[in-house]
Every structure is written in C-alpha cells, then in structure tokens.
C-alpha cells in the first residue's frame, strides 16, 4: 500500500475517533491492581495518549494554515499533556502490579492521585506534575478548540465541544463525587469521535470525487471519436 498524505490524515482522523470511544467508554479503575482485568482496562488508558496524540497532529495538519498561532498554542498544549499523561499511565499496569506487597501505600495513592480523589501520601513531583498536565489539558483544549472553530474547516459543533470539554472536564472533575468522575470524559471523547470522523470522511469522499472526475475526463476523447 502506498503512503499518501490523505491516507495518513485518514488514519489520523480514524485515530482520533478510536481515543474518543476509549475515553469516553472506560470507566473508573475499582479493581484488584495484580489483576487480569485491572492491567488491560489501565493498557487501554495509555492507548488513549497514544491514539490522541495521532489524532490531534492529523487534525492540526488538516487546518494549520486557518488556525494561526492559537492552532500551533493549543496542539503544543495538547501534545506535552498527552505525553506526560501516557507517562503517568504507562506506571499503573506495569509498574503498580509490582509494589502491592512491598509499597501498598504508593499504589494507593498513584490511583486516587489519577481517579481524583486525593493522595494519603505525598508522591513527591509526581502530584506536581500531574497538576501541571491537567492545566495544559484545560488551556490546550480550550485554544484548539477555538482555533477549529474559527478556521471553519471541520465541523464547527464539534470544535466548540472540544473547546469547552477541557474547562467543564476540569470543573465537572472537582465537583463529582468518584462515582459520577467517568462524566467528564464524556464531552472530550464525543468531540474527538465527531471530529476524527470528519477528518476520515472528509477524505474518503475527496478520493472518490477525485476519482469519478479522472473518469469523466477519460471519457471524454473516446466521446469526441
């Protein structure tokens, strides 16, 4: 198969709809950490960056001449936050699963420090980091968001999704008991989904129009004959 740029701004639009269903379908970890199903649910979470960090380039590169410089702001934004979240979650199901018996203290705290209900003992410059990471998310967001909007290229709905999906995640994250935490990831999978969609249809149907005009015009002389 040939590498063409439309085929890797589809994969990029295709990828970013696979991180918004992972984002917005797992839920919180209440599980054993040596467990099966614990290690594969905490995989997934680090998927999520991977995939994300796929869909926000392609997404970027479709529209970054439209976007200026509050494109370029919030896709560096996003892509330090979501460098720094594969790191933290990367921890959980390989390194977790490790120090149950010889430090249950870290474990428990490293998972209510990503579940968002507090830490019973300090993690040093991890909780730092992690408070940092959550503000590039909310900035990022909010600047990619508006700059989508405002280029006019994807589908203006759900530019301004994403744009207000990292405040109300951040606010909706500090007011909702642990239970009810899976709502905030709600609005940013469904504007990934919807954009990354955008993005694989997009052109998948430039493709077929490219290709039904290079019939029509092959047409042509044998109708002149």
Known sequence: MKVTTPRLVRFAGLSAMVAGIIF???????????????????????????????????????????????????????????AVQMCISFIEPTVLPLLTTTAPTFVESALQLSNGTGAPTSLGSLTTVYSLASILYVLGSLLFGIAM???RILPRGAAALFAVSGPLAGTMFTLLPYQLVQLTSIPIGAAMVWLGYALFSERREKLSASVLAQGIVSQEPSKAV
């Open 24 to 82: 917005a379908a797992i839920q919180p970890v209440n599980l054993p950490v040596n467990s099966s199903l614990f290690i594969i649910i905490t995989s997934l979470k680090t998927s999520i960056s991977i995939f994300a960090l796929l869909g926000i380039t392609g997404l970027y590169a479709r529209q970054v001449e439209e976007t200026g410089w509050k494109g370029l702001a919030g896709y560096l934004l996003l892509t330090i936050y979501y």
């Open 149 to 151: 909007f405002r280029a």
